[in-house]
């Protein structure tokens, strides 16, 4: 079975593409034919998922599945629904190439550690909307635990900024240090997500 990522994002593309193959090796998650920019003003992420699969209703015979992550830190007051924008201020986000974004990124987190003497909990919310071919739709959100630090560790990602930077908290382990079981017990709340969302169909 196909399912739609409605998002250019290459390396989440190959996190769920990972993801599902333990939940069922038969779902092939590709890229969307035609990706609709949609404006991310929802008040949190359940929302935003879903402003972002509402432009596909009635259109392809497969699934189609959004997601948005806020990122909250104790302490901090700076709004948890739009990453990318606490990073940048006030410039707009298409002026710049993905990479100098996820520098912009790095360089801001990295700061934030060193607030705090080079580490800081946090945590991810993830939100999901699967949009099915009949226009009905599903959500879930979840949390996910982490430490930041002030440490650069392996090769950085453009598209995950932050996954250089951070401890899973479930594992104590940078990504880099990771072995296969550590990679899915990260992800066990996706994966459990995921399973409900695609629940009987």
Request: hydrophobic share 35%.
């Amino acid at each position: 079975m196909k399912v739609y990522l409605a998002s250019r994002n290459k390396s989440k593309l190959r996190r769920m593409n990972k993801i599902f193959q333990r939940i069922n090796s038969n779902i092939i998650i590709e890229v969307i034919p035609e990706l609709i920019e949609v404006e991310e003003n929802g008040k949190d992420v359940l929302e935003n998922s879903l402003q972002k699969i509402l432009p596909y209703k009635n259109k392809y015979p497969c699934p189609v599945i959004a997601g948005d992550t806020a990122v909250f830190f104790e302490g901090e007051i700076f709004d948890p629904t739009h990453v990318k924008r606490i990073c940048l201020g006030e410039e707009d986000e298409s002026k710049f190439t993905q990479q100098e974004i996820g520098e912009r990124m790095k360089n801001f987190y990295i700061n934030l550690a060193k607030k705090y003497g080079g580490q800081k909990e946090f945590y991810f919310e993830d939100g999901w909307t699967v949009l099915f071919p009949d226009g009905s739709h599903r959500q879930i959100k979840y949390k996910r635990n982490y430490i930041l630090t002030d440490k650069l560790q392996g090769e950085f990602d453009m598209f995950f900024p932050l996954r250089s930077l951070y401890l899973v908290k479930a594992t104590g382990k940078n990504i880099f240090e990771q072995t296969e079981e550590d990679y899915f017990k990260e992800f066990a709340l996706q994966i459990d997500a995921f399973k409900k969302l695609f629940k009987d169909y």
